[in-house]
């Protein structure tokens, strides 16, 4: 791009700047107007300043859990020796944990009486988790109507409605993975939904209020194994989510182009796509030969038929981490197919709780870990500025509900969960040159989430909003460390697209979508890659903070759950069975007695 194009934006920004200060003063003129209460909400929308935030900082305490004792209650529950309804009205295994700065180190230290001193690291840079804390917006509208479904003790969610609703469809599996969070071929039995469970959980998830819209994930073992899969996409789409994605290993997609098309046509719209690193060297501890082949395969059959795909990568430190700069590298290399990365630091969960403290020490992979890999290895993103707690994102999800209005069916997606959970690094990559800039080298993130909260506080009409976000935009917005043909309009464009603020058809992404909408979609010369990390937890960090605003409810058919109670904590996913068979009984005794 010529220069002048960027000198010439330098002074659109300059001018945005001053027309900003004007509106800005213009709105002190009048009262912030009140917040409606959407349609979707029995709640009003909240202001930035209503918003509630756990403590953060250090020196801070909180509440945990002791490593050693949950396992006991856990295996007491399950042998019967114990009722489970000590896990709704009592704390058990449950101790204090501080979280302090030791050695240019955060970490979680905890004295259980019974089993002595246990401690972790949060981070292995105070710098970056301060950033992270500092950007925390808040938490989202409190969950309301989820008695049934939100009725887990301590461990309950108690704020929004989270963003990736899990639901495992089986628990049977084509691979043996060693670990697996299912423990999946390992448990000796299937589970497997009905097609009336799988309709129960999904009608459940959308009784909820807020209703915000959500990515339905399924999941397994592998979850194209189960016979409802395609009827389960159609139902979820039918529901009216826009976004309906697949855990999956990849496998029967790779072997079969046409089921690729029927998962499309059925309305999977993500194809979430278990991926260790690259090369087949690097995937052979799952046991298959040419995995990474099968990979490229699955991604070439998904891609061509409409699927996005997010590369998932579960990191443990020595053993794996050398793959992260070589896996968003193949990202920025296929930015027409990648969408997203989710990195996972590993969480020492199911048989690695009885790790020894030495490995667990060594394997230790944190989130700060991961902003430093990624810049050592790629030589991009400054930890404490390009990378951001995925709830920074929920300023944004504000502002579509607002400019929405009263009448939206749906909230916005919002990822408002504690800044400890999950990170993000957002990347433009233009897809005709491959280069990749991150987002936040070219536009103060900071201030431009500070301007938009104002412009949510005022309340003002859909238009005034929508120029009230151009002009923080582009004020906030420097050219010259832009990519080289990026202009601001580029991503104003971007912004509408993800925010549906105009009403400019982009391509649908509903469940009516046609392949003419995904190729109108894909036009778009820039891929707005996004590299997240999602750190779920162990029994050796947990922090109820995290779980009670957890973003990833796991759909069960005792309601729904924070994924790190159900696969860590006081691991609801082995008491899951116990409880139904505990309230099927309780259900037949009661039958009985009223017949009588
Ligand atoms: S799954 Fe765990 S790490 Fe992720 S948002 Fe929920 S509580 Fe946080």
Redesign the pocket.
Known sequence: MHKSIKYLEKTMSIAANRLWQIFCWSNHFFPENPSFTPAWSEKPLLKSYEKSKPPLGWPRQTDSLCPRCVPEIRRQIVDGKQDYHVLLNERPGEIKAQIIERDGKILMVKDCPVHGHFEDVLSIDPDFLRHLEDTFPGRDIRAHNDEKLHNHGSSTIRHGRGSVLTIDLTNRCNMMCDPCFMDANQVGFVHELTWEEIKTLLDNAFSIKPRRQMSVQFSGGEPTLSPYFLDAIRYARQLGYDSVQAATNGIEFAKDPEFAAQAAEAGLRYAYLQFDGIGNAANSHRNVGNLFDLKLRAIENLHSNGVEIVLVTTVVNGINNEQVGRVVQFALDNPDKIALVSFQPVSFTGRDEAITEERRKAQRYTLSHLAHDVKAQLNIGEPARDWFPLSFLSTFSDWADLVHGPDAAWGHVACG??PN??VGMAIMVDKQTREGVPVTAFINADQFAKDVARINDWARSRWISAAGMALALIRNYDPFRAPTHFRAIDMLKKLDKGLGATGHDYGDVSGKRTMEDIVRRRLDRWNLLFVAG????DLFNYDFR??EQ???PYATQEGEI???AYNTGVGWRNLDQVVRRARTSRDIRRRQESET
């Open positions: 969960c504690h959970c999950g999602m750190w779920f937890q995290r779980t957890c973003i990833i924070s994924f790190c």
